[in-house]
């Protein structure tokens, strides 16, 4: 769209809220793409019950469980959003297809590996866009793989007994037919 | 953006599967992580991750989700020869395959529950299966069910059970090989079309005359048992005889027909909270109980007609804007050579429009004039070319004194049209009568030369006030947009 640089970026002009991770790095956000993450909503909101005269853009919110590197692709992902959202208000189909076109070239960029910190940041803050989106990720990248690729995808060892895993091959044997070659 | 990390945990180390080294980088995940990435996977597919090893052997069962499908079941081990047998062969497995599943699973709540199955021989097994859906209090049902035998499908006495439903899809699909309609029929005089939580409910293709046209048991009583429905939509091949369509809390309706309708309808809707009303198909009567105060937006596409009578036709566009005035954002794309001959067909001034979508096709030049003239808030104004786009000016009126007063537009969009490279094009540039500086973007994709004399004609009729021309093509650098 040529006026994308016209229309009002949904993040700018509010206040900014301040993230501290468990390694110790502060991101400063902006109000709009915090209240994304449901956990900062909450502390935030539970915060400014029990201090009504606390001025909110000094407000620092500690996050324990997630690290600097993963909340950063988080923010990234967040902001992006948020600007798709505002630039396709009125129409739902072309939003999706923006959004589509954004995580496609997204995934580009990650690696399988940084997948799991991902989904267990999206979860602790909360963030149901991300979260499902990198668990959907995760999906179709083990769909239509055999079993061996899978396990070396997620990096896991068989411990079945044996004979055990022998036994489910052939329980569900029409599971396991129609895959990729590897 | 791994390199820019500046953990040192082992498991994140760099690894592709194909080395031969194996760090576990999926453990770390809760069970309830494991079952959410399960659930974007198809049953099947989540089925065979059970022997990646002990943990995940049972996960498969937690998955609040079905989705199976009859197509993706082979039976290529069973070496039969004949076609038949196969097919046969294949249904009983699907069969065997769908039950022992609802069987096994171990979580309580289904949330959704998505079948898609083709069966030549026995479709009795469905009962049993949305008996034990019903049971899990099942919160969105997707059916789409294919046969080919010379009877509609009845639902069975569960379906009707299942009444936690909030989200419910119907598919039948029609075999064309055969002259008789094979589809879903969901008339069923004995229960009753009882879903107190249901708000979203899409029938594609669904036996309509026996639903609609028995007066017993209308479509008016059937949507009556869904006291809390926002959105309907509903596709058929085609549409005949009379509907009643009456839901208060409904906020979306979209209505489509397959097929090119040669007989009469009328559709009666009784909607008063409609925030979205969409339409794909052969215009007749349809009627609004009242106009729609909250209406946000309508994609209107009528199909091209050769219906004969052309005031009637007029009359049936005439009715649907008139119930549709208030809408915001309009898409609108009238099909056919006969709306040249129309007149005026909008009852009143669109008052909140804000965004019109209009398709031309050489012809209904004349429709968009109007509507524009009818339109004195439009800020964005996005004109398409149509798939049967007349090349030729034959419907083109010379514009009367009277410029639509566009004072608001602040975006125009050309799209679709052919460029004929390196042709330069001298566009005039018109200062808005108010004075008032606006951008207008012409966005001219491809722009065909056939057309180009009609954009400045464009200018005229519809007063655009100040031009600045944007070209999304590279193709033609040496358009000039003003000369």
Known sequence: ???????????????????????????????????????????????????????????????????????????????????????????????????EHYEREFLKNVMPQELTELILAANYLNFKEALDFFCRAVASAIQNKSVEYVRKFFGLESDFKPGEEEKLREEFAWSFEGVDED | MAESSTQSNSKRQTLSPGKDAVVDRISILPESLLCHILSFLPTKESIATSILSTRWKLLWTLVPKLFLDSDKINTSELSLDDDEDVEEAREIMFAHVVSSVLAQQECGELQTFRLKWQFWWDGSHLDAWLRTAAARKVKELNLDIYTDRDENLKLPPSFFSCRTLVVLNLTGTIDIDIDIDIDIDIDTPSLSFNFPSLKILRLVRIWLPSIINSQEHSFLKLLSGCPVLEDLSFTTDHFEGEYKLCVPTLKRLSISEIEYNESDYELEINAPALEYFEFYGDLRVIKFYEKLNNLVQADVYPYDSDYEDEEFHRTWVFNIFAALNNVKFLSFSPDGTEWHNFGNIYPSSFQNLVRLKFKV??????????????????????????????????????????????????????????????????????????????HVFLELNEVSVSTWHLLPCLFVQFCLPYIMLYISTTAVPNILPFG
């Open chain 1, 1 to 99: 769209m040529s006026n994308q640089s016209e229309s009002p970026n949904p993040t700018s002009s509010s206040n900014k809220i301040t993230l501290k991770t468990s390694d110790n790095e502060v991101f400063e956000v902006e109000e709009a793409v915090a209240m994304k993450f449901c956990t900062v909503k909450q502390y935030f909101d539970d915060e400014n019950n029990n201090n009504v005269t606390s001025g909110t853009s000094t407000t620092l919110i500690p996050l324990p469980n997630v690290e600097s590197h993963p909340l950063a692709i988080l923010i990234t992902y967040c902001k992006k959003h948020l600007e798709i959202k505002a630039n396709n208000a009125d129409n739902k189909k072309e939003m999706e297809i923006d959004m």
């Open chain 2, 361 to 438: 096709d050489g012809c209904n030049w004349n429709v968009l004039r109007d509507l524009l003239r009818k339109a004195p808030t439009l800020e964005t104004l996005v004109i398409t070319k149509g798939y049967d786009f007349v090349e030729s000016n034959l419907y083109w009126k010379e514009p009367q004194y009277d410029p639509a007063n566009l004072s608001s537009l602040t975006s125009f969009y050309y799209r679709g049209f052919k460029v004929e490279s390196r042709r330069k094009v001298f566009l005039r540039n018109y200062q808005c009568s108010q004075g008032a500086q606006q």
